[in-house]
């Protein structure tokens, strides 16, 4: 596990497997998770791209703080990638990290190569509504997890549009069987000028139900990049 302090930010944790010459992917995993999620497909990975998997802040061993917004989660990643020396990546994200992908290439567009949303929750009111915890949680910072559901509550108008200024290529990834609309995901998949919406016959974590499946998509989509 290696750490990196972001300038005015938190120190983020993070693993990294495969080869140093090849074209960065970063892997961000959703709520209550960690980097750690990846580890069955990213070494699979790492023997054709560098594979960066990040803890979020308030997640695994990344430091906690007061502010979970998405912009916020989102500019992480972007400063994880200035002081890694990336100019620009494949963004691979997990619900929550999903989110935090589609934010990046939205608003930083030349920081996304290629973007891949497994299991993104579309920006609907959640319903019903998630509760809140009520008590501390073990791993991850309750306030994160009260941020990211008031967000799945009560998403803001400005994140449907969003879609539309996506330019990169984007593999959207929705599971059969998951409790998320999967016909929103479909919807928004079609939002995207360049989106391409494929479905696998699983739960809410394809990665890591079903690791080799998941790749068997993924790496395809990866390929131009590929050493």
């Known amino acids: 596990m290696s750490t990196v302090r972001l300038p005015g930010g938190p120190t983020l944790s993070y693993q990294e497997w495969g080869r140093p010459d090849g074209a960065a992917v970063l892997m961000l995993h959703g709520l209550e998770s960690s980097g750690d999620t ?3 497909v990213a070494p699979v990975l790492g023997e054709r791209f560098r594979v960066i998997a990040p ?3 308030g997640h695994g061993e990344s430091e906690w703080t007061s ?3 998405f912009p916020v989660l989102s500019h992480d990643v972007a400063g994880l990638m200035d ?3 990336i100019l620009a990546a494949i963004v691979v994200g997990h619900s929550m990290g999903a989110i935090t992908a589609y934010h990046l290439a939205a608003t930083q567009p030349d920081r996304v190569r290629l973007l891949v949303l497994e299991e993104m929750p579309p920006p609907d009111p959640a319903q ?5 915890p009520r008590q501390p949680l073990p791993d991850t910072d309750w306030r994160a997890v009260i941020a990211v559901r008031r967000w799945r509550n009560a998403p803001d108008g400005s994140w449907w549009p969003m879609a539309k200024s996506i330019s990169t290529g984007t593999l959207v990834l929705g599971g059969s069987s998951s409790h998320l609309d999967q016909s929103r995901i479909q919807t928004l998949s079609d939002e995207i000028p360049n989106g391409t919406y494929r479905s ?3 739960g809410h974590s394809p ?3 079903r690791p080799s499946e998941f790749l068997a998509v993924v790496e ?4 131009f990049f590929a050493k």
């Open 207 to 209: 990665h890591e139900d």
């Open 67 to 69: 502010d979970y917004s």
């Open 83 to 85: 002081q890694l020396g």
């Open 200 to 202: 696998l016959d699983v």
């Open 55 to 57: 803890d979020a802040r």
């Open 128 to 132: 019903p509504p998630l509760s809140y």
């Open 220 to 223: 395809p989509f990866l390929e």
């Open 38 to 40: 990846w580890r069955h």
